[in-house]
């Protein structure tokens, strides 16, 4: 424990401050180089709404996240992103190019603001072409809010969530989708 708390004061190296990410300096050679928010328009941050049910003394995954997908929405070759909120919206940013996004939830149908989210996959369910986005839920509480969503592309820039009638709203407490679904057979294998 007390190496781990000295650990974690330590300046962290190319840094101007130890305790401020945003003022982290990429080495010249660095592969990868931090693209600010205010150049992206990607504003967002999970949420992580404690209550009885979902808190980190009775779910220890409770801060685990729910993770991103990379969806190309209309197929223009562009890669699009979900952002999956644990307790929050979720949010898909439309890459306009030139590492530029646009917020197009509301008019997407895909925000699910209410359970656990717990993961998500991108798959084309249905078979059709047009990817498909795959939303688990979790969390101690039963009820609806704890089924899996299934979006199926409408292919204009909105969807439907259709998980019941595919099938693959399952209730049971689902973390990442691995295999996930595949075809128009959807099968459900949230873990
Ligand atoms: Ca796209
Ligand atoms: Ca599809």
Known sequence: MVLLLFAC???????TSGNDDDNITAPADALFQKLPASESNIHFATQFQED???NIVRNPNFYN??????IDVNKDGLQD????????????????????????????GVAAPEGFKTGVSIADANGDGWS???VCRAGLKEGDHRRNLLFINNKNNSFTESGRAYGVDDP?????????ITTSTATSTCT
């Not at 004061?9 to 840094?15: A, W």
């Not at 996240?65 to 990379?70: D, R």
């Not at 979900?82 to 890459?95: H, Q």
């Not at 306009?96 to 917020?103: A, I, N, Q, R, S």
């Open 81 to 108: 992103l979900f952002f999956s909120s644990t307790t929050g919206e979720c949010k898909l940013f439309l890459n306009k190019g030139g590492l530029k996004f646009e917020d197009i939830t509301a008019a997407a």
């Open 9 to 15: 004061q330590g300046k962290k190296e190319g840094t």
């Open 172 to 180: 049971p407490r689902a973390t990442t989708p691995t295999s996930s």
């Open 132 to 134: 498909d986005i795959y």
């Open 52 to 54: 009885f049910f979902n």
């Open 65 to 70: 996240g729910g993770g991103i997908g990379v």
